[in-house]
């Protein structure tokens, strides 16, 4: 089966698609657990001739062909369900340790399947605010056993090795070497405190509890402590097949120093000399070099990506110890393509090239900023960066005091003038992120009388970057904005974390929902509701008088040709007309006066001389009960 001959390439370059194209909003890139789930993962591809492989970290836990699920040696998940039907395998009770990549690869005879990729995170209950606690260096992580104090036995634990122990009343000696000098316990909470922090005490604490005639719940903190941002050797961004040297620059006198990863010490220097240590981290990937008292990682893959400490001290001193969180990248077909780096940072471009007849040219989107030959640094004319470091030992140039608009593409390019030698082009896309200086949530919420609870819009704004990524804790969520519902006299603690790859800050609130500012009588609802339908009734209403008023207008105009007017002209020039010729139609609301008398010499005016003699008697003859105009 040739699924089964993939090379690691082929497995990096599935990895890629993964980090390149996927999104939070597939759910096959990102699959979100909490413990004791379940995982299905199903190979929803053609039946004819399948056969199907599921890896977990490149290892294959399960195998179907032949129309059946085969037999696989491996010691991954003895919590596995098959399913035939739809082909499935199910990871069932699932743990922390579970978390990591998934892969389902298919092919038939005549065909090879898109690969499916998943990668996991196996949290705690997400209902269990405990689960997730962030601190800083220096920082103290206090643990509480809140259970009866009656016959009470505890342990403290971390990455289930046990450092404290509580019984008879009081705190026992335990014999571990974790956090020597940095714990402090209080029998009036039965509490443990971890004080003064440091990046390698991220990591699993459990406390265990039970009494003569009970087992407690065991509660369960995953601790993150976070470097400072301002530190540039906090956060190491590598590609994949890069290098990552770790110098011990101590004093050389009577020094000993241990190298290690997630806790496990690879390499040690003591004696003025590496000596031998039982670890299978890193095999033949090593490289020591007495000078600087170094060890070069080589070679290094996405599985590499992890926390690294160089401790170290001497007969008479204990060092500050150096931590370095490393992130290995993958990439198209340049390793070396992203680099991440915070304002003030800076950016070292080595010409790691044979010396021999060496020139060199440093580009920045393709102007040249730098050059190397005949064994120096030549002059460059160029207002580029007037902040740059050379150094003749490495061939190499630095660029300090990083600015966002330094992001772009740096370029070495190489050549051997000796032989004519072109050598490989290095590229690098530098991309330099503001460091997040403050993280802040902003609430607001609106009580439904209806349903007894208060609806809460939460927003997590960060100061400085202006686009990092943000998450929720409890609930676990991702993005800026978060939504939720209490009832009344209900709380709940927000965990909010702004993250641009440079930096990370996180802030917490606690949202209650009060009775103090509520809408009385109606509910607030019922108030916007009767405020709506006042604002719809007040549109109608003013639509119709304009309708009505256009239409009024609209009417006159037409008309006014005809005679239909309220008015009628006083024509000086023509004969008098009847009453039956002026007002065509007879509408008016004056009523005319005697047409008999029309034809009369008469003063040209709307209105004329009163007679006060009393109005002859109504006759056939006159046409109104009023005075007659004379």
Excluded at 318 to 342: I, M, N, R, T, W
Excluded at 517 to 522: A, E, P, Q, R, V
Excluded at 580 to 585: A, F, G, H, L
Aim: proline share 2%; glycine share 4%.
């Amino acid at each position: 089966m040739n699924i089964f001959q993939e090379s690691r390439c082929s497995i990096l370059g599935v990895l890629l698609v993964f980090f390149l194209q996927g999104s939070c909003a597939d759910p096959d890139v990102e699959v979100h657990k909490a413990v004791g789930d379940s995982l299905e993962l199903i190979a929803d591809y053609p039946k004819k001739d399948l056969e199907v492989l599921w890896r977990y970290n490149d290892t294959t836990f399960a195998e179907y062909r032949n129309d059946d699920f085969q037999k696989v040696k491996s010691e991954l998940f003895n919590r596995l369900k098959m399913n035939k039907n739809n082909i499935n395998v199910t990871v069932t009770d699932l743990t922390l340790q579970d978390s990591g990549i998934f892969s389902v690869v298919a092919e038939s005879k005549s065909e090879m399947y898109k690969t499916k990729v998943f990668v996991l995170h196996v949290h705690g209950s997400c209902a269990d605010p405990d689960v997730e606690v962030h601190k800083a260096v220096g920082d103290s992580l206090e643990l509480i056993a809140d259970y009866p104090k009656k016959d009470l036995k505890v342990q403290w634990r971390y990455n289930q090795i046990a450092f404290a122990e509580y019984q008879n009343d009081d705190f026992q000696k335990v014999k571990s070497e974790l956090f020597n000098n940095r714990l402090k316990m209080n029998k009036n909470n039965i509490s443990v405190t971890v004080t003064d922090l440091t990046l390698q005490d991220s990591g699993r604490f459990s406390i265990v509890a039970e009494s003569k005639s009970e087992q407690y719940k065991s509660k369960h903190f995953v601790l993150h402590v976070h470097g400072s941002c301002a530190d540039p050797d906090v956060e190491v961004h590598k590609a994949v097949g890069d290098s990552l040297e770790l110098i011990a620059d101590y004093p050389k006198k009577d020094l000993k120093v241990q190298w290690r990863y997630n806790q496990i010490a690879f390499a040690e220097y003591q004696n003025d000399d590496f000596q031998k240590v039982k670890s299978e981290l890193f095999n033949n990937r090593l490289k020591m070099n007495k000078n600087n008292i170094s060890v070069t990682v080589t070679d290094l893959t996405l599985q590499d990506s992890g926390r690294f400490s160089i401790v170290a001290e001497s007969k008479s001193e204990q060092y500050k110890s150096k931590h370095f969180v490393l992130h290995v990248h993958g990439s198209c077909a340049d390793p070396d393509v992203e680099v991440h780096k915070a304002v003030g940072d800076s950016l070292e471009l080595i010409a790691d090239y044979p010396k021999d007849g060496l020139e060199v040219q440093w580009k920045y989107n393709q102007t040249i900023f730098a050059e190397y030959r005949n064994d120096d640094f030549q002059k460059v004319e160029s207002k580029l960066f007037n902040r740059l470091k050379m150094k003749k030992n490495n061939i190499s140039v630095t660029v300090t005091d990083l600015k966002l608009q330094d992001s772009g593409k740096f370029s070495v390019v190489a050549e051997r003038k000796t032989s004519s030698e072109q050598y490989k082009t290095k590229v690098f896309e530098l991309h330099v992120h503001d460091l997040i200086r403050e993280v802040q949530i902003e609430d607001s919420y609106v009580w439904l009388q209806s349903k007894n609870l208060c609806m809460f819009h939460l927003r997590c704004v960060a100061s400085g970057d202006p686009s990092p990524s943000y998450s929720w804790i409890s609930p676990q969520t991702q993005g800026p904005q978060l939504n939720i519902n209490l009832s009344l006299t209900e709380s709940a603690t927000l965990n909010c974390t702004a993250n641009n790859t440079v930096s990370i800050k996180y802030t917490t609130k606690t949202v209650v929902c009060k009775s103090d500012n509520l809408t009385s009588g109606f509910g607030q609802e019922y108030v916007l509701i009767a405020a709506g339908v006042c604002i719809v009734a007040v549109v109608i209403f003013s639509g119709a008088v304009a309708v009505c008023c256009r239409w009024r207008k609209n009417k006159g105009q037409g008309e006014s040709e005809d005679g239909i007017t309220v008015y009628e002209d006083v024509n000086t020039d023509g004969a008098a007309k009847k009453r039956s010729e002026s007002v065509v139609n007879g509408m008016t609301i004056y009523e005319t006066v005697d047409d008999t008398k029309l034809s009369q010499i008469l003063p040209q005016t709307l209105y004329d001389k009163i007679s006060f003699q009393r109005h002859p008697e109504v006759s056939t003859s006159t046409s109104s009960p009023y005075q007659e105009v004379l």
